[in-house]
C-alpha cells in the first residue's frame, strides 16, 4: 500500500493562479520529496524537505511540512500551462531505504 | 553528463514470458531503485540494489528479480509474466542513501502484457 495521500486528486486552475497540493503520510520520515511527472513518463526532482525542516523554497515553489500532523503542502505560485502535470509527493521512511509515492494531483492549468 | 538511461522504451511480451528491463545510472550515482507504476497511480517501490545487492524490497513476488552489475548499472527480470504486470517500469540512481537523497529517474519502459 502506499504512504502517501495526496489531495485533491485533480485541480484545475487558470494561468497565473496559485495551485496548492496536499499530502499526507503514516509513518515516521528521514524526509518527503515532490515530484512532477508529464504525460506518464520519467518523474522530475523539484524539492526535498527533511524531517527538522519546515519550509522549503524553491523559485516559484513553497513546500513545508508538519511532522506532528505527517502532512506536507505544495504551493506553485504564478501557474504556468507548463506546469500542467502530475505531481507526487514521496517519503523516505525512517531506517529504511525505500521511497514510497502517493497516487498523485493531476494539475491542468488553462492558457 | 548523460542521466539515467533505460532501454527498451516499450515492449509487448505475452502472458507466460520472461523479461529483461535494462537501467544505466546518472554518473556518480551507485545506488538503483526500481519501481512499478500502473495507468493513474504512483510508483510503486520493487527493489533497491547498491553494491551488486538487493538491500530493500518491497511487496512484490519472487518473479521480479534483479541485479546490480560492478558498473552500476541493473537489470529488472520478470518471469511468468501475468496481464497484471502491464505498467510503466522507473528506474532511479541516487547516490549511497537511496531514500534519504535526491533520485534521478529515468524515462522509463513500458511494458504491455498480452
Known amino acids: 500500500s502506499q504512504q502517501g495521500e495526496e489531495d485533491p486528486q485533480a485541480l484545475s486552475i487558470q494561468e497565473g493562479e496559485n495551485a496548492t497540493m496536499n499530502c499526507s503520510y503514516k509513518t515516521s520520515i528521514n524526509n518527503l520529496q515532490w515530484y512532477r511527472q508529464n504525460s506518464g513518463r520519467g518523474l522530475v526532482h523539484l524539492i526535498l524537505i527533511r524531517s527538522n525542516e519546515r519550509e522549503k523554497h524553491s523559485g516559484r515553489l513553497r513546500v513545508t511540512l508538519d511532522t506532528s500532523k505527517k502532512s506536507s503542502s505544495l504551493l506553485i505560485t504564478a501557474s504556468r500551462a507548463a506546469d500542467t502535470a502530475s505531481y507526487f509527493c514521496?517519503?523516505?521512511?525512517?531506517?529504511?531505504?525505500?521511497?514510497?509515492f502517493g497516487a498523485g494531483t493531476r494539475l491542468f492549468v488553462k492558457a | 553528463d548523460a542521466g539515467v538511461t533505460q532501454s527498451p522504451t516499450h515492449l509487448i511480451k505475452t502472458r507466460g514470458q520472461q523479461v529483461t528491463l535494462r537501467c544505466s545510472p546518472k554518473?556518480?550515482?551507485?545506488?538503483v531503485s526500481w519501481y512499478q507504476q500502473a495507468l493513474g497511480q504512483g510508483p510503486q517501490f520493487i527493489f533497491q540494489?547498491?553494491?551488486?545487492?538487493?538491500?530493500q524490497r518491497g511487496n512484490f513476488p519472487d518473479r521480479f528479480s534483479g541485479h546490480q552489475f560492478p558498473n552500476y548499472s541493473s537489470e529488472l527480470n520478470v518471469n511468468a509474466l501475468l496481464l497484471g504486470d502491464s505498467a510503466l517500469y522507473l528506474c532511479?540512481?541516487?547516490?549511497?542513501?537511496?531514500?534519504?537523497?535526491?533520485?534521478?529517474f529515468g524515462q522509463g519502459t513500458r511494458l504491455t502484457v498480452v
Open positions: 532511479a540512481s541516487s547516490f549511497r542513501t537511496g531514500g534519504n537523497t535526491e533520485a534521478f
Open positions: 540494489y547498491y553494491e551488486e545487492e538487493e538491500r
Open positions: 514521496a517519503t523516505g521512511i525512517t531506517g529504511g531505504f525505500k521511497t514510497i
Open positions: 554518473s556518480g550515482h551507485d545506488t
